[in-house]
């Protein structure tokens, strides 16, 4: 049974999605939702949920970006995790930390990567005029929002959608990704995975 450790910064809504998928027959099981920010709404949600959780706050650590980290490590290690998700998880990680856990860590950004890296990505799609928007599942390796893809899932983008409209569309479509990605990925299958468009 994998074990699998969610990082979150806010409302976890992918996190929730990943721990309810973690039943019966699955390959894995969530033991540790971690936030940046204790005041996260998501770890009330995951305590709701039965599931272990831990907060490091990255503030005090100001700049010190390795020291944050450090203090990371301990609940993460304390939990054994096997595969770490980030969800919504919105500090950068150094390439130090990447690198211990390379291959055992997936991110879901909120776009068709690699179009749009980084933030507002919803925004810079409308602005392009696509008529297709999405999200991405992929490993975290030391390219911000880069790494191997694991799967997509495309909405389109709708005459008179605003930022909003788009980001509450892609949320969707990323609450079905993720959970599908992680059941492949927990049972070793890497092969990426192209969601149909949703109902
Ligand atoms: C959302 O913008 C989502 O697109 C991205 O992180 C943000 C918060 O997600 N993945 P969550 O509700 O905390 O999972």
Redesign the pocket.
Known sequence: MKRVAIL??????????LVESMTGDHPARPVLVLSNDPEAA?LSRAAALGVPTAAVDHRPFGRDRAGFEAALLEPLEAAASDLICL????RILTPGFVARFQGRML????SLLPNYPGLD?HARALAAGDAAAG?TVHEVTTELDGGPILGQARVPVLPGDTPETL?AR??KA?HRLYPAVLRRAASGDRTRLDLPASP
Request: charge should be neutral; aromatic fraction near 4%.
């Open positions: 979150i910064s806010g409302g976890g809504s992918n996190m929730v999605k998501g969800a919504g998880f919105m991110n879901i950004h909120p990505t999200c980001a892609v949320l990323e």
